[in-house]
C-alpha cells in the first residue's frame, strides 16, 4: 500500500529518501512527500501525484540535512491531494505512516476540544497531534512521546517521525504494517520493505509488533511501548533488488495470491462488531432497505458479484440482480429510487462499469461503489462507498482483490440483513465468527494446496479444461476458468454442475481435464453425481475438497483441499487452490504471468 523511507546519517538525506520511494513506487500510490531537517527546522515537501512531481518541487527548493522521512501514500481516509498527502506536521513533529487509525474520530474531537487545528482529512494528522502534544508536556525524549501517543491508538499503522526539538533521531513503530531497520556505517536507515534501502545496506532489523524504535546515526534502541527493552538481531539480506518487491516470489501474482489472508483481514477488520453482531460499514447511512439490488461488474468483480448474489439474497432476503455493466445500459434497464446499484471495481476506473453507474443514476437509483482505490472515478460518480483493503494489486489477474470484494459483498448483506430482521442475532453472531476464523482458514488451505508444479506438469498440454461447480461455487468455477485463460492462455469454461447434461457433457472424454469444485455442504450430493457422470466418460477429474473428505480421493486423479466453511462463505477457501493452479499451469507453459498479452489491470475502454 503505502512506501515509508527514513535516514539519519551524514548523507544528503534527500537523496536517500528520493531513492528509496523510487523503489517503493511499484507499490502504488497516489501523492508523495518528504521532511527533512536542517539545523533545528524541518523543511516538508509534499504533493498529490507521481514522484516526478516532488522532484520538481525538490529541485526548486532542495532540502538540505542528513535525517528525514519520506512517504508514498495510497489514499485510505482523505482523497489524494497536496494537503491528505505526507508527511503530516503537527507543532514540532512530522509523521509519516501506514495503515489505519480505527479510533481516529474519537480521537480528533478530543485534540480539537484542547484548541488544535487540523489541516487534512486523514486519520494520520491526529498522530501527528497526539506525540506533539506529548512533547510540548514535557516527555523525556521523542521515543517517550510516540508511546505514549500510540497508547491512545487504536488500529494497524506503522509510524516514522522526526521533531524539531529531537533533530539527530527518527523514532518509528510498528503494529500489523511492515517496518524494517537497514544497519549503515555511522548511518540508519529506515523502510516498509527492504527494497527501499537495498542499495545502501544488506544488514537489517525487521521489526515484530509493537516495537518501538529510536534511530541515531549510530544507534538502534528498541523497546515496547511501555518503555520496556527489545532485543531484535540483525540478518544479512540475500535477495536482489527485484525479488525483495517480490518479497521473495518469482511473480507478483504468487505473492499477492499469498497475501489474501491479509487482504481479507484488512477489508473486515473494525467492521465487525463482535458485541451486537453487527458490521459497521464505511458509510452507515444506506437510506432504507432497498426494494432490490442490481450488482454492476465486469470481469472478476463479474464473479464476485455473483456470489454477492447468494450472500444478499440469503441473508437480507432482498432480491438481488447480477448484470454484467458492458451490457447493462444498451437494455434500457428498469431501475429506480427503490433500488440499490453495487458497482463492483477493483481500480475504481472501469469504463463499462463507470458508464453503467451513471445510466443507473440518470433512471434515480441509489448508488453504492465496492474499489480497492481511493477516490477513483466510480466511487466519485456513486452515493456510498464501501472500500477494500487489499493494497495495490501488480499482477495483472486479479486475486487478493477479488477476495477481498467477496469480503466486502458479506459485510454489506450482513448490513441489509440486520436493518430489515432478516438476519436473527444467532444467525449474525455464527456468521460473524467464521468471519473473524476466515483469515486463518486461508493461509491453511494456502498452505495445503501447496507447490503444484507437478500438477501443472501433467496437465500443462491440455488444449481444454472443464470447471464444475454448484451454488456459491458456481461462480467460482468461472472465475477459475478465466485464471487459468488469462494466464496460462489455455481454452477454459465455467459452468454450473447442473447444466453438464445440457450441452457440456458432450465436450468429456479420455484426456479432459475437469475441475469440480466439491467441498462439504447441501449440494455435496447432486455434485458427486456430476463427477460420476464425467469418470462414466472417462474425464480426468481434479477436485476441490474438504480436508479430511477421504472418500473422495479414489474417485479422482487429484485433490486440491481447503478448509471447512459454510456455503456462503466457501468461496473465499474454494478459490485459492483454482488461482494457484493457474499460476502453476502459466509457469509450466512459460508465459508472463504478471503481464499476459492483451490484457491491462485497468479497463478504461469500452
Request: glycine content about 8%.
Amino acid at each position: 500500500m503505502c512506501g515509508i523511507v527514513g535516514y539519519a546519517g551524514s548523507r544528503d538525506a534527500t537523496s536517500v529518501l528520493m531513492s528509496g520511494l523510487r523503489r517503493l513506487e511499484y507499490r502504488g500510490y497516489d501523492s508523495a512527500g518528504l521532511a527533512v531537517i536542517s539545523g533545528t527546522k524541518t523543511q516538508v515537501l509534499r504533493c498529490q501525484g507521481k514522484l516526478a512531481a516532488l522532484e520538481k518541487l525538490v529541485a526548486e527548493t532542495p532540502p538540505a540535512g542528513s535525517v528525514g522521512i519520506g512517504h508514498t501514500r495510497w489514499a485510505t481516509h482523505g482523497r489524494p491531494s497536496d494537503e491528505n498527502a505526507h508527511p503530516h506536521r503537527a507543532g514540532s513533529v512530522c509523521v509519516v505512516h501506514n495503515g489505519i487509525v480505527e479510533n481516529h474520530a474519537v480521537l480528533r474531537e478530543r485534540l480539537r476540544a484542547t484548541g488544535r487545528v487540523f489541516s487534512s482529512q486523514t486519520d494520520t494528522e491526529v498522530i501527528a497531534h497526539l506525540i506533539d502534544e506529548a512533547v510540548a508536556a514535557g516527555a523525556k525524549s521523542l521515543a517517550d512521546a510516540v508511546r505514549k501517543a500510540l497508547k491512545q491508538v487504536e488500529g494497524a499503522f506503522a509510524i516514522a517521525v522526526i521533531s524539531d526539538r529531537h533533530p539527530d533521531e527518527i523514532v518509528a513503530a510498528k503494529n500489523s504494517s511492515p517496518l524494517v531497520v537497514g544497519l549503515g556505517d555511522g548511518e540508519r536507515f529506515l523502510a516498509s520493505d527492504a527494497p527501499a534501502i537495498l542499495e545502501y545496506t544488506r544488514e537489517m532489523i525487521f521489526l515484530e509488533d509493537g516495537d518501538v524504535v529510536a534511530l541515531g546515526r549510530n544507534s538502534a534502541q528498541f523497546t515496547d511501548v511501555d518503555g520496556n527493552v527489545r532485543v531484535r538481531p540483525a540478518r544479512t539480506i540475500t535477495w536482489t533488488a527485484g525479488q525483495a518487491e517480490k518479497a521473495g516470489y518469482p511473480h507478483f501474482m504468487l505473492k499477492e495470491i499469498h497475501e489474501q489472508p491479509q487482504a481479507v483481514s484488512d477489508t473486515l477488520r473494525s467492521r465487525l462488531l463482535l458485541d451486537t453482531s453487527d458490521v459497521c460499514l464505511d458509510d452507515q447511512s444506506l437510506g432504507e432497505i432497498p426494494n432490490r439490488v442490481v450488482i454492476l461488474a465486469c470481469g472478476t468483480s463479474y464473479h464476485a458479484g455473483l456470489v454477492g448474489k447468494f450472500l444478499i439474497e440469503n441473508l437480507a432476503r432482498v432480491p438481488c440482480e447480477v448484470d454484467l455493466a458492458s451490457e447493462f445500459r444498451y437494455r434500457e434497464p428498469v431501475v429506480g429510487a427503490k433500488d440499490l446499484i453495487v458497482a463492483i471495481s477493483q481500480s475504481g476506473e472501469t469504463l463499462d462499469t463507470l458508464s453503467a453507474v451513471k445510466e443507473a443514476t440518470s433512471r434515480g437509483a441509489r448508488t453504492l461503489a465496492i474499489c480497492n482505490v481511493v477516490d477513483s472515478a466510480i466511487p466519485r460518480a456513486c452515493r456510498h462507498v464501501l472500500y477494500t483493503h487489499a493494497g495495490p494489486e501488480i499482477g495483472v489477474a486479479s486475486t487478493k482483490c477479488f477476495t477481498a470484494q467477496l469480503a466486502a459483498l458479506t459485510l454489506l448483506a450482513i448490513h441489509l440483513g440486520r436493518r430489515n430482521g432478516a438476519l436473527a442475532d444467532q444467525a449474525a453472531a455464527a456468521l460473524i465468527g467464521e468471519l473473524v476464523q476466515m483469515p486463518h482458514k486461508m493461509s491453511e488451505t494456502l498452505r495445503a494446496s501447496g507447490n503444484l508444479r507437478e500438477l501443472a506438469r501433467k496437465y500443462m498440454h491440455a488444449r481444454d479444461f472443464l470447471f464444475l461447480g454448484r451454488g456459491t461455487n458456481y461462480p467460482i468455477a468461472l472465475e477459475g476458468a478465466l485464471k487459468l485463460k488469462e494466464i496460462s492462455y489455455i481454452h477454459a469454461e465455467g459452468y454450473a454442475a447442473g447444466e453438464m447434461k445440457h450441452g457440456p457433457i458432450a465436450l468429456i472424454d479420455d484426456g479432459l481435464p475437469v475441475v469440480i469444485i466439491a467441498p462439504q455442504g447441501k449440494a455435496y450430493d447432486k455434485v458427486m453425481s456430476n463427477l460420476a457422470e464425467v469418470r462414466a466418460r472417462e474425464g480426468h477429474v481434479i477436485a476441490v475438497a474438504t480436508r479430511g473428505d477421504e472418500s473422495i480421493r479414489a474417485l479422482c486423479q487429484d485433490v486440491l483441499w481447503v478448509e471447512d466453511a459454510p456455503a456462503l462463505l466457501q468461496p473465499l477457501l474454494t478459490v485459492l487452490p483454482l488461482q494457484l493452479l493457474a499460476y502453476s499451469m502459466a509457469v509450466a507453459r512459460g508465459t508472463d504471468v504478471d503481464q499476459p498479452r492483451n490484457l491491462a489491470k485497468s479497463v478504461t475502454v469500452e
